[in-house]
């Protein structure tokens, strides 16, 4: 089993950065997929940014340009939010996904809220 712990949210004005981490800790063999979602208010839980199999990443259009997933070892996954708007206040979720003898198992994380300040 992959327990995953966020880090790194909080309150953070517009035009600033703020970085986010995600640790993994547990049976963490095979981590394929390692990606952040959002959920704002009101709204459908969106995957923003994804980094598959090491080196495929790929963002959505909003957060294109300002946002960074990057993995920092076998069990960290990071996102570097810079110049955030007050649209990007939402709770975070850092998802792993994990291919293991044969079978493939989601993790979640438990979420963290980043607000944006304008």
């Known amino acids: 089993q992959v327990q995953l712990a966020e880090s790194g949210g909080g309150l953070v004005k517009s035009g600033g950065s703020l970085r986010l981490s995600c640790t993994a800790s547990?049976?963490?063999?095979?981590?394929?997929?390692m990606r952040w979602y959002r959920q704002a208010p009101g709204e459908q839980r969106e995957l923003i940014a994804r980094l598959d199999r090491g080196s495929d990443t790929t963002y959505a259009d909003s957060v294109k340009d300002r946002f960074t997933i990057s993995r920092d070892n076998a069990r960290k996954v990071s996102l570097q939010m810079n110049n955030v708007k007050p649209e990007d206040t939402a709770v975070y979720y850092c998802?792993?996904?994990?291919?293991?003898?044969?079978?493939?198992?989601?993790?979640w994380g438990q979420g963290i809220q980043v607000t944006v300040s304008s």
């Open positions: 547990g049976a963490i063999a095979d981590l394929i997929h």
């Open positions: 998802y792993v996904g994990q291919f293991l003898r044969g079978a493939y198992y989601e993790h």
